[in-house]
């Protein structure tokens, strides 16, 4: 299956209410030349991370003492590395060494992810952008200060259990600090990161017409569009790329509810702050007609799932948590009775496969199970992506 078999056919939108999408080149010659208000040529809900504040977190960071609230509050920084900022003659943080490793351009924008071969025998690469998750630590390069930057503008609930808050996120030393530069990139050359990102996908693109596999690039493993501007750049970058399909799950509802390019899907998130639900839910209050994302709560489904003797999980050959194949019409119409949709719409991932790929203008919706890939989530013809919490 082609990309091109997958978007819908639309005449192309325009961007979002008030911001006109434009082309790459009209973009970067705009970005040289334009004079902002804000600090960072990007804008970007933002703050400065003043040196008292900026002591006081490194010294609870190395000490281990930080806050319960801290991490929605103050930007992940590796223990690791707040150790080697240490001064211990100056009894200080260098701050000016954080700075320095922030203003280092990322040699690489795309992060590689799987390779997919589908059932029908595509074969899809896929590729990751992303920052850090809920806030974020950057340099305003314009002033020399490090600023805090509310990455994540619409979350809510869904700050509790966020994915990009645990795992390889904070586990190793070079996450936050490659999310970081990445930040920086973006808010300070924000004309530079579109040139490099789109040079990369179009190499990205053409290694993939030799090897006879199709590019699909998720926008934000971590993080959210926190602005007009950088949702407008990200669609420009769609639009250089038309035989690329984009995708990404969002919190903030403007982006949800206003117009974008055919091969960029968007997927409206639950768990976001309540001002952000309201409004999509005031458009939509069902969800029929908004390409969504669902986290069904282990009540409806645990019960389901293959166990052995001794009650713990039995996985698949690819990791996945498995339905109890006899049960799976009793999950449809628990999930049916739940969100209000037919059971005759609910497709379990490998039905979605075989069956619902061949449709892609019927609207499913789709069970995934923890350790089954998210493709759903860049499909026009699915709806719902009912996503089994881990």
């Avoid at 903030?252 to 409004?279: R, Y």
């Avoid at 390409?291 to 489904?301: A, D, E, H, Q, Y």
Wanted: net charge neutral; hydrophobic share 35%; proline share 5%.
């Amino acid at each position: 299956m082609k990309i091109t078999d997958l978007l819908l056919e639309s005449e192309m939108p325009g961007a979002l209410p008030g911001v006109q999408i434009m082309s790459p080149e009209e973009f970067v010659a705009q970005a040289g030349e334009q004079e902002v208000d804000e600090a960072t040529k990007l804008p970007a809900p933002s703050r400065e991370f003043g040196d008292e504040e900026f002591q006081d977190y490194m010294g609870r960071i190395a000490g281990q003492e930080k806050g319960k609230t801290d991490k929605y509050k103050l930007p992940y920084v590796h223990r690791s590395s707040v150790v080697k900022y240490y001064d211990a003659s100056g009894k200080r943080y260098r701050e000016e060494d954080i700075k320095q490793a922030l203003s280092i351009r990322p040699d690489k924008i795309l992060k590689k992810n799987e390779k997919m071969k589908h059932s029908d025998g595509a074969e899809e690469q896929f590729f990751n952008v992303g920052f850090a998750a809920l806030v974020g630590i950057a340099l305003d390069e314009s002033t020399g200060k490090l600023i805090i930057v509310n990455t994540c503008p619409g979350a809510g609930s869904c700050k509790v259990d966020c994915f990009a808050m645990k795992g390889g996120f904070v586990q190793f030393e070079a996450a936050w600090l490659s999310r970081a530069r990445m930040l920086t990139y973006l808010l300070n050359d924000p004309s530079g990161f579109f040139n490099q990102l789109d040079n990369e996908i179009k190499k990205e693109v053409a290694k993939g017409q030799k090897a006879g596999y199709n590019v699909t690039i998720r926008w934000h493993d971590s993080g959210d569009f926190f602005s007009p501007e950088y949702i407008q750049l990200a669609y420009n970058l769609a639009q250089s790329n038309p035989n690329v399909l984009f995708y990404a799950y969002t919190k903030v509802a403007d982006v949800v509810l206003g117009q974008k390019p055919n091969n960029f899907m968007i997927n409206w998130s639950e768990g976001a702050h309540t001002s952000q639900e309201k409004k999509v839910k005031a458009a939509d209050p069902s969800l029929a007609q908004t390409k969504n994302s669902r986290i069904v709560p282990t009540n409806l489904f645990y019960d389901l799932l293959v166990k052995d003797e001794k009650k713990n999980l039995v996985k698949g050959p690819q990791g996945q948590w498995q339905v109890i194949p006899d049960k799976i019409p009793e999950l449809k119409q628990r999930l049916a009775g739940e969100y209000g949709i037919s059971a005759n719409s609910i497709l379990t991932y490998n039905e979605w496969e075989t069956k619902g790929r061949k449709n892609p203008q019927m609207k499913y919706n789709v069970i995934i199970t923890p350790g089954e890939p998210d493709l759903t989530a860049r499909d026009p013809g699915v709806l719902s992506t009912l996503l089994l919490k881990h």
